[in-house]
């Protein structure tokens, strides 16, 4: 069983919009969660992040103003909604989560060793 399982990656024009859904196989809760990025050559880098009780999320700032996180605990389901997509945010796109208890400062959930738990990643490519 895959802890986390990404998924809604694809091919998508400069200017569009997709969605990612972050599926977890335990009851989410009490779970921060973030997103990650990887392109061909590159350093993982960081995303968002949405805390157990989703007050304040996080983004960085390539990002900002045009990625929205958010939870839907019932579903057990983390999205990444990317809208007016560029060529650089092409990359594989990861999940992963943590207590929100071992969390050790707000600062660290950018930081990939904050999470024990991760996703398999889903591709997204923005191209005309």
């Known amino acids: 069983q895959v802890p986390l399982v990404a998924s809604g990656g694809g091919l998508v024009p400069p200017g569009g919009s997709l969605r990612l859904s972050c599926l977890a196989s335990?009851?989410?809760?009490?779970?921060?969660f973030a997103w990650f990025r990887q392109a061909p050559g590159k350093e993982r880098e960081w995303v968002s992040a949405?805390?157990?009780?989703?007050?304040?999320?996080h983004y960085a700032d390539s990002v900002k103003g045009r990625f929205t996180i958010y939870r839907d605990n019932a579903k057990n389901t983390v999205y990444l909604q990317m809208n007016s997509l560029k060529s650089e945010d092409t990359a594989v796109y990861y999940c992963?989560?943590?207590?929100?208890?071992?969390?050790?400062?707000?600062?660290?959930?950018?930081?990939?060793?904050?999470?024990?738990?991760w996703g398999q990643g889903t591709q997204v490519t923005v191209s005309s």
């Open positions: 992963a989560a943590e207590l929100q208890d071992k969390v050790i400062a707000t600062s660290a959930l950018r930081e990939e060793y904050e999470y024990d738990y």
């Open positions: 335990f009851k989410m809760d009490y779970y921060a």
């Open positions: 949405i805390s157990s009780s989703d007050e304040s999320p």
